[in-house]
C-alpha cells in the first residue's frame, strides 16, 4: 500500500528513478500508484481471508503479469537499465509465484472445509 501510495504522491521522482533519465513523467503514473494501493487493499483483504478469498491472489498474480508487461512497454518503453529492472524484479517478479501459492492454499484449504 505504501508502495501506491509513494508512486501516486511522487510520480516524478519514481518515474525519474526507474529510467534513469529525466524526461517529463506521463500522467498514467498517478493512475498506476492509485491501482497498486488499491491492490494493496485487496492483498492485504486476501490476508486476512485466504479460504474465503483465495482466487484474489491469482488474480494478484495476473495482475502482477499484465502489470509488469504493460511498465517494461509503455513506461520503459523496452530499453531496462539497473533500476527498472530491479524494479520489475521486486515489484512483480517475487511476488508472482508467493501470489500463486497463496491462491492454491486457499483453494486447497477452502476444499478442506
Not at 504522491?9 to 494501493?37: C, D, K, M
Not at 492483498?43 to 491472489?57: E, I, N, Q, S
Amino acid at each position: 500500500m505504501f508502495w501506491g501510495i509513494f508512486i501516486a504522491w511522487f510520480p516524478e521522482s519514481f518515474y525519474h528513478w526507474v529510467t534513469e533519465s529525466q524526461n517529463s513523467t506521463p500522467e498514467i503514473l498517478i493512475w498506476q500508484g492509485r491501482a497498486v494501493l488499491i491492490l494493496g487493499f485487496v492483498y492485504f483483504a486476501t490476508a486476512l481471508h485466504p479460504g474465503r478469498l483465495w482466487y484474489l491472489a491469482l488474480v494478484g498474480a495476473l495482475t502482477k503479469i499484465g502489470g509488469a508487461i504493460w511498465f517494461y512497454t509503455v513506461i520503459l518503453e523496452g530499453k531496462v537499465g539497473d533500476q527498472g529492472l530491479f524494479h520489475l524484479i521486486m515489484n512483480d517478479g517475487i511476488w508472482i509465484p508467493f501470489l500463486i501459492a497463496i491462491a492454491l492454499k486457499g483453494k486447497a484449504y477452502k476444499a478442506s472445509k
